[in-house]
């Protein structure tokens, strides 16, 4: 691209294939940690868990990252296109309702 004359590239975006299996594991750590923060919290009041109420869910999405421009030289003979490792955040925010008695 860059030997015909392009100065600006955008791309490419690499995303997960099928983030469902990450976004379950997520969930499933969210509502651990959620269940044992209710715990410390009824213990402070002496009470205890009884139950779950309600949960809900926001996030659960696969952000992309906006593309950042990349500024090439006019050299194709030094355009270097290697992919270099990275990562990506995936994540859920849960709201639970729990039942203290």
Known sequence: MVAEGANQINGPTLTI?????ALDEARLKAL???RARADVYARALGRRVARIVSISESGGS???????PMMMEARAQNADSKILPG?????VALSIVFDLQ
């Open 62 to 68: 696969n952000p992309v990252p906006p593309p950042m």
């Open 32 to 34: 651990a940690n959620g």
């Open 87 to 91: 990562e990506q955040k995936l994540q």
């Open 17 to 21: 294939d099928k983030p469902e299996a």
